[in-house]
């Protein structure tokens, strides 16, 4: 625990200035990256204030691809920086894993990169060491700069006499003594735009004054030279960022960005200083043909056109056009309060509601719009509304996190962690509660029900459920507290988006530590668990720590929300076919989990996967096998008439059923198939 915060979740990295964890913010329920001054640097002065710099530096920076600084604090002696988690890669390394990005893909990158790094420059920072590892690509394949440890003030650049930054990535002019500049940035850029856009760097060189030479004697090599068929205006853009004479390159970010493709041409050649040719201002159209009176009497007759045109074409091309809004939203809201009034929650302390489209059934109607009418001109139409309004309120003050730097309440944001939340989602056409209306068997007795719809249904089975198993709250009555604000450690561990809280509430964690030689990864892997009210304990969720691969947190997120799933037959078998993962030159020696000896496993995966089916059988809901030990049925697959009949028998070690006779002299499962022996 760090400054009673923070709780250490794993390493990411190590740099010359310190090292990067990923921890969770315990006082905001947010994934932050923590950056710590290395110990043997805490008594220097200059280290230290090289530290505050970078924190200061960076959050004069806002901008969606520059990676957000928050503060500053230090713990037990250890001075560090907290600043945005980016659940990603930095592109060194996946250059390094698949040589280059796609054509589109890398001039995507690139116009990122360089909107963020005009945006350090509009801000007066210079960021002096732009590199492939200090960029950042989130999930979404969205670029970040980071790491402003050595950034510096334009203003108090002319006061550097040394070149800073890392060799191999520095302009020509720094090693000459010249201050950095935005020039010397760009030229960085361009050394990163070469590597993107061919998976090689410029100038190949085992030493930085080799390096120096090289870039000062020589000229690098075109990048058509080294992927076929690249775009002319990406290799001249970049290029320009490599010119020896800072001069002589692009005089900002967005110049290069300009030159890009999907740029401006004639904006960039005239950014850069550049006398447009004939064909690229013909290409750009005629300037100044017209007399201003009719050049503004042209364009206001086409706004007006456009604004009728606008007008009569709304209704007929939008979904909220062609539906009709009889009632405000005001009204509905206040209607959405009585019901929730009739239904039993007491008065909210906040309250969100908005209209939004129906994508989903938007694009069921996009692929198949027979019979559908979106006006629902008939009140006996069966088509639902392709427009709903929404209604959400909270016995606390509901606080959303933060999308993107915007703030609002949605159906998921903040999660559901308070049990008295309620969202009512109403048609805008009033329905009558009986026009979907069915029947289902209810539990436990299976008496035929009516239901409203299908949401309906599935609502009131869960309901059932979460009372049977005492999970909701309930008052000193005994009655159900459905505006109460007390934790319920079920509904966190099954209802919740976010990953259950731990503490007083009953979870425990089980922990063990993995070596893979093969691959140099050291993992921590811990099973969360939780006892429910009825006595069984169930695993809910799963974490790594340590050193191993960043794309194995998104199996411990999938893996995590299997494991709440009701049916543990579920997770079982996502583990059983886990088990065969294999990973070229993984595959490495280790215990067999509840025995006392080795064996080879095909990779880290598959050793994980038989480390969590062994928990699952210490606590007696699977068998050593992953097969669960009491069938709940509800993932039972119906046969076929001609699928052959399983009949009982013996265990068979392949499916884990007891269905192995004696056919044809041989043992032979009547449930998978297998063959035993014979004889």
Excluded at 120 to 130: E, K, N, P, T
Aim: glycine share 10%; with cysteine.
């Amino acid at each position: 625990m760090i400054a009673d915060r923070y709780r250490v979740i794993a390493l990411l990295g190590r740099g010359g200035m310190g090292e990067v964890y990923s921890a969770d913010d315990l006082k905001l329920g947010q994934r932050v990256a923590l950056k710590f001054l290395p110990a043997d640097r805490l008594k220097s002065s200059s280290w230290r204030d090289q530290f505050y710099a970078e924190v200061r530096m960076a959050r004069q920076v806002a901008h969606p691809n520059v990676c957000r600084m928050y503060d500053v604090g230090e713990s037990d002696g250890r001075l560090f920086l907290s600043m945005e988690f980016v659940d990603g890669e930095d592109l060194a390394s996946l250059l390094r894993r698949i040589g280059r990005l796609p054509d589109d893909k890398a001039v995507e990158v690139a116009q990122q990169l360089c909107a963020g790094l005009a945006a350090a420059h509009a801000s007066g920072v210079l960021h002096r060491d732009l590199k492939p590892s200090n960029v950042m690509l989130d999930g979404k394949g969205r670029a970040r700069i980071t790491d402003f440890g050595l950034a510096i003030a334009t203003a108090d650049a002319d006061r550097e006499k040394s070149p800073a930054g890392t060799p191999g990535y520095l302009a020509p002019e720094l090693y000459d003594g010249r201050p950095p500049s935005v020039q010397s940035d760009v030229y960085a850029l361009g050394l990163v735009l070469y590597e993107l856009f061919t998976g090689k760097r410029p100038f190949e060189a085992s030493s930085a004054r080799e390096f120096h030479r090289k870039q000062s004697e020589t000229n690098p090599t075109p990048p058509s030279n080294v992927v076929k068929n690249l775009d002319p205006a990406v290799e001249k853009a970049i290029l320009r960022c490599l010119d020896r004479d800072p001069s002589q390159r692009p005089r900002s970010a967005h110049s290069v960005a300009a030159a890009l493709p999907g740029g401006d041409p004639l904006a960039a050649a005239l950014a850069a200083g550049e006398t447009p040719s004939p064909d690229m201002i013909a290409a750009a159209g005629p300037q100044g043909s017209l007399k201003p009176a009719i050049a503004w009497g042209c364009l206001l007759a086409s706004v007006a056109l456009m604004l009728i045109t606008v007008m009569i074409l709304a209704p007929r091309n939008s979904d909220w056009g062609r539906t009709p809004m009889p009632k405000s939203p005001e009204v509905l809201a206040d209607r959405a309060q009585e019901l929730a009034q009739k239904l039993g929650y007491p008065d909210a302390l906040d309250r969100a509601y908005w209209i939004g489209s129906d994508q989903d059934y938007l694009d069921y109607v996009s692929n198949d719009a027979s019979g559908k009418n979106l006006q629902r001109a008939s009140e006996g139409q069966a088509w639902p509304s392709a427009v709903g309004f929404w209604f959400r309120q909270s016995p606390q003050w509901m606080t959303p996190v933060s999308d993107a730097g915007v703030l609002r309440v949605t159906r998921l944001n903040p999660p559901y962690e308070t049990s008295g939340m309620l969202t009512l989602k109403l048609d805008v056409l009033a329905r009558t509660p009986g026009e979907q209306a069915f029947e289902i068997p209810f539990p436990p007795l299976g008496e035929m029900r009516l239901v409203p719809g299908v949401v309906a249904g599935v609502a009131q089975l869960i309901r059932y459920r979460c009372e049977r198993l005492d999970a909701l709250p309930r008052d000193g009555e005994g009655q159900l507290d459905l505006g109460g604000e007390s934790p319920s450690p079920v509904m966190d561990a099954l209802f919740t988006l976010e990953e259950p809280r731990t503490g007083t509430d009953g979870t425990l964690s089980w922990t063990v530590d993995i070596q893979n030689p093969a691959t140099g990864e050291e993992i921590v892997l811990g099973v969360k668990e939780m006892t429910l009210p009825d006595g069984v304990t169930r695993p809910y969720a799963m974490w790594l720590a340590g050193h191993y691969p960043r794309a194995l947190d998104g199996l411990a997120r999938i893996l995590s929300l299997d494991m709440r799933v009701i049916d543990p037959a579920w997770i079982g078998m996502k583990l059983r076919k886990l088990l065969n993962y294999s990973e070229p030159f993984g595959d490495f020696m280790a215990f067999v989990p509840g025995e006392r000896r080795q064996q080879t496993w095909p990779s880290t995966v598959a050793y994980l996967a038989r480390l969590i089916i062994h928990r699952y059988a210490m606590l007696g809901i699977l068998d050593e096998q992953g097969y669960p030990v009491q069938s709940m049925g509800i993932l039972d697959q119906p046969r076929g008439a001609n699928e052959p009949k399983v009949m009982a028998g013996g265990l068979c070690s392949e499916c884990g059923n007891h269905a192995v006779i004696r056919k044809d002299g041989c043992e032979f499962c009547t449930a998978c198939g297998a063959v035993g022996a014979c004889g």
